[in-house]
């Protein structure tokens, strides 16, 4: 199931319902269950977990708590009491426990499954002692009805109801009786006997159960069932049963005395039941002279018969008489066994009663001890707590001088780098100044150097010009005269073949000026391509070199910065190091000896308040076990009466209670067996509260020695006092000295700033002389320009001149051989031209690589020693690093300390209080 909604009907006082099994179901929400048990009133065991079967809620974290607290009449849980332990089955666990009872059961129950947690006030005593009264005879009730004594309840039930009909037909049968013998003559004495024989066994089987004799017997054991009253009528149902069996036992014992012939009789009888009795006997002696006279006379049939049925009727009487006799005798006998196990039985319970009531005070005093335990733990909370917050605000000192120290180191680190990144910036910023002056003087200088080259090819050129034109002069004037016939003849045939010889010359000339400005062009393309790939070349290596030189200067800028950076900042950690340590080690020194101080006091206040407190806890448990000492006593001796009454009961019933004394041993062996331990437990008290005076004593002595060292104490407090104003008004001065020198560093910027105005002006110096040598540049450019335009006019002359020569094919043909002779000659002198130009550039090229290993070995050089400074430094940070760790390691150090001290502080005083 998952639903208990059906037990809301049960909700109320009118309900009885105790123990309630919910285990292997499906109940899922708390609140449910709760709110469906809340009402029952009368319950007092509730299962919801056993032998493995269980419920979803019991798997939720503390469903137990939860459910103890919730419901207050629980009183067993999943087979667990308040205390949990495991419950065992007694009284709490009768269904039947009698009404009036159920607000004491838990003081019934035994040690193990009290409630003495959830009772927290003194019990009333009397109306406690009258419900026990009445439990107690509720169960001797109970227990006189087991089969054995159900015929005592029957024959209650029998004594209790009056028979006055019976009453009066006995009167009226002893009345003809007693006239019937007067009449009968003697005779008839010897017919008599044989029939009333014949009639009484015919009469056996239907016995009346309200005849005189048992009415009588009832009302003579009523005398000793007066406490079985209550349990008669409980009891009524089942008494048929066993009237059936107590009447076959007593017809058995009837037959057997018939056969001896042997009447017993009841040793206790009342005054009734006697006078009954004697009268049955005066009804013998005539009935005798009635049986000798009735030989001699004879009577009616009529009167025969009447008077056998008045004689079977007294017989069956008798017989009626006889059985309650022997009912009552059995009935007396288990009477007695009963009590004495009903007394057994309350003694027990008053026992048990005793000891619940002793264990009761016995948890009210624990408890008064632990809420002052718990009293003196929150004070010495509390002092720990104030202890502490003292401890926090030292530290919160130490760390806030800490703070303005690293402060200051951090500033004055601050103004170090800004100053260092403006120096590394002016330097950087002149470096590329110098490295743009140098390149262009490296234009410069190769301009030059081509103006010159350009300059000596004009020269060569002239001279070419001017012996060509000396040569032409010459050849003029060996020429013939223009104008003879020879000449014209001459001419005429010159010219014919010199026509023809032309003709196939300038074919040749034409093939060969073809393939010459084919070649030509192939090499001025392959010229143009080589001078591309060199510039290309060039101005790689121009950017080359010109990166490494700048990241040389950029180099050697943060070198020098850094080696100035090192010397001051190796100085300043020397400084700040050699003043934080001193610093640290006088804070330390003084903040260890407040400390030990202030805790060795504090740890003697403490001792010395616990143990103040312990003696007052001990005087008033002195106070209480004399009480209880006292309570103990009388006890005991009440005990001891109970036990002589015992012993007088049991010499009484000795030899009735044969089969049950190893029980009753049993019993006084228990009963010795916690007398004993009584006595052993008031003898360990009183050692242990003489034990406790010592105690006192010594600790009195103790407290009258310790006040004078917590004087003493005090006044050293005040002198550490003392020295701790010193220190902070010595850490005042030493701040006051770091203001200072910040004011120096100060100054120190304003020199710098001046420095760097000087540079901006060197910088602007530098820029106009820059200015001036691309003044210079564009001049030499329009030189160049210039020439150029000359070299043009030259060739356009050169081009005028040939013409003029191919004009003059005639006298020009060794001109012509001598001008392929001076292109070839200018062919090779290109050529010569062009591998000097290699070899330049090759020398150029060595001159670059040689300046590049150079620059390279220097760079890995001055890398090398930026390493090492840059090693050197790591290692002195490393060692200031170092040291900081050495600091902070104490400083953790010291705090463990601390804290080890108050634990073991905080255990001593737990160790004490308990």
Known sequence: INNLTGLLYLHGTEYKLKHLSLHSNYLENIDHLLQCLLGLQGLRDVTLRQDGGDNPVCRSPGYWDIVMESLPQISVLDGLDRLRHPSSPGISSLCDIPGGLEDYVEFLLSSDTSHSEAVKGAVATPRIDKVLTQFRQQIASEAATDPVTQPASQSSTAADLPHPINEERLRKLEHQVSQLIQQVPVCEKSYIPTQPVVKLRKAKRDTDHTSESECESGKENKKHTRILKQSSIMTSSTTTQETKSTRSDSDHEIRKLRTSKSAVMPKRKSAVGGGVQAAAQTRKAPLRAAKTSGDGKAKSTQEEETYRTIVVERDQEMERRWKAEQAVRKLTEELKCLQTKVSEERDLQSMAVHTTDRLKELLLKERSGRSELQACVEELERRCQSVTQQLEQARSSEEQHKTALRRLEESISHGDALRACQQAEEMKRYQELENKAAALKRELDIQRASVHQHKDKLQQLHELLASREQEHRRQLELRLQPGGADFREAVAKEVALVEQKHKQKEAELLEKLTEGRKRYAALEDEFRMALTIEAARFSEVKEACDH???????????????????????????????????????????????????????????????????????????????????????????????????????????????????????????????????????????????????????????????????????????????????????????????????????????????????????????????????????????????????????????????????????????????????????????????????????????????????????????????????????????????????????????KRIMEEKMKRLTSVLKDFNT
């Not at 010595?730 to 004011?743: G, N, P, S």
């Not at 012509?816 to 070899?839: F, G, I, P, S, Y």
């Open 548 to 894: 490494m030189s700048a990241e040389l200067m950029e180099l050697k800028a943060p070198l020098a910065e850094s080696q100035q950076r090192e010397k001051k900042s190796a100085s300043l950690v020397q400084e700040l190091t050699a003043m934080v340590k001193e610093q640290k080690s006088r804070i330390s020194e003084l903040i260890k000896a407040k400390k030990d101080a202030v805790t060795d006091l504090k740890n003697r206040l403490y001792c010395l308040e616990g143990e103040v407190e312990q003696s007052r806890r001990q005087k008033l448990q002195l106070e209480v076990l004399k009480k209880d000492q006292a309570r103990l006593m009388s006890q005991l001796t009440a005990q001891d009466s109970v036990i002589d009454g015992l012993r007088a009961e049991r010499r009484i019933w000795g030899q009735e209670l044969a089969q049950q004394g190893a029980s009753l041993a049993q019993d006084r062996g228990r009963l010795e067996a916690r007398i004993e331990v009584l006595t052993d437990e008031l003898e360990t008290q009183r050692k242990q509260n003489q034990r406790d005076h010592d105690a006192l004593k010594i600790k009195t002595k103790i407290m009258d020695d310790q006040t004078g060292t917590i004087r003493k104490l005090k006044e050293s407090l005040q002198e550490r006092d003392d020295q701790i104003r010193r220190l902070r008004e010595e850490a005042l001065q030493i701040q006051k000295k770091f203001q200072q020198q910040t004011e120096e560093e100060a100054g120190q910027q304003a020199e710098l700033k001046e420095q760097l105005a000087h540079l901006n002006l060197r910088k602007n110096e530098l820029k106009q002389q820059v200015e001036d040598q691309d003044a210079e540049l564009e001049e030499v450019r329009r030189v160049y320009s210039d020439s150029n335009k000359k070299w043009q006019e030259k060739a356009e002359l050169l081009t005028r001149l040939e013409s003029q020569v191919k004009r003059m094919k005639e006298n020009f043909d060794a001109k012509e051989r001598q001008l392929l002779e001076e292109k070839d000659k200018a062919t090779d002198a290109h050529k010569a031209a062009v591998e000097k130009l290699r070899c330049v550039d090759d020398a150029f090229r060595r001159q670059l690589e040689s300046v590049q290993a150079a620059h390279q070995a220097e760079l890995l050089r001055l890398s090398d020693e930026k390493q090492t400074q840059i090693e050197q430094a790591n290692q002195k940070v490393f060692a200031v690093e170092q040291e900081m760790r050495q600091l902070l390691l104490e400083t953790d150090a010291n």
